[in-house]
Nanobody, 116 residues
């Protein structure tokens, strides 16, 4: 299984970006999908996740601004990021885990830069 993330870039504060992550290989339908981020000098943190049942979880810092969704047919997860702030600047990583997956799988990371 390989994950390919896309959609990062440079945006002004208040703007929007949409990240996507698609898997190649078999992942089954029961895995949880999520997005993490890591800012310079900080630890990697969970941004949002979505279970196979559609239950979502968000970091407090992004609630009301970010929205996670999944497309099981495409083996993909998306993160719609609105009202972006400079503190959202980070490398964003997608991750698939659980279900029948033997281990956690990470995407390669995509850089999001929010200018003030």
């Amino acid at each position: 299984v390989q994950l390919q993330a896309s959609g990062g870039g440079l945006v002004q504060a208040g703007g929007s970006l949409r990240l996507s992550c698609a898997a190649s290989g078999s992942i089954g339908s029961l895995s949880t999908m999520g997005w993490y981020r890591q800012a310079p000098g900080k630890e990697r943190e969970l941004v949002a996740s979505i279970t196979s049942y559609g239950t979502t979880n968000y970091a407090d810092s992004v609630k009301g601004r970010f929205s996670i969704s999944r497309d099981n047919a495409k083996k993909a997860v998306n993160l719609q990021m609105n009202s972006l702030k400079p503190e959202d600047t980070a490398v964003y990583y997608c991750k698939f885990w659980g279900g029948y997956l033997p281990r956690d799988y990470w995407g390669q990371g995509t850089l999001v830069t929010v200018s003030s």
